[in-house]
């Protein structure tokens, strides 16, 4: 009983937690300005991006325009809080990197508007899997490993054969 009361308790913190995160900062009493917010606004292609604005007015609902981006439309429907409407789309992966404008037209005539920086993380270095790496093999490392190989294998064979006469002699 108490481990469910424990789950549903930290269950609600999150939720609480992450819906203070996602509701713009204008709100109880301010006006809205016409900005659209977008989390993250730096994404890599593969990213979900949520986008909201009070724009579209207490139960509104609107169509967002990605297609800058190669994106697309969303629509951005009533969110749990009031007056606030959110969609979300999908960084492509075919997306370059560089800034996108994104924006909103709702359903009361309203629009918003904001930017999407697209970043791409380019690998540096080798890959280190432990199973060889992303280069060609390198002559000077494969002669020197087949010399090691060649040493062990000579070593072993005369320590065997030396261990193997000793116990004969006794």
Known sequence: MRTTARLFTG???????????????AHAGEEWNGSLEIYP?????????TVNTLACGKNGRGVGDANSLGAGDFHLRPSTHKEVVVGQFTVPQHARAGTYGISVACDNGKTARGDLTVTHRRPSGHVQTGVGG????????????AAVLAATAVGGALFLRRRASGARGH
């Open 11 to 25: 269950t609600a913190l999150t939720v609480a937690a992450i819906g203070a995160f996602a509701v713009p900062a």
């Open 41 to 49: 606004s730096s994404a890599s292609p593969g990213t979900t991006v």
């Open 134 to 145: 992303s280069v060609g093999p390198d002559t000077t490392q494969v002669a020197a490993g």
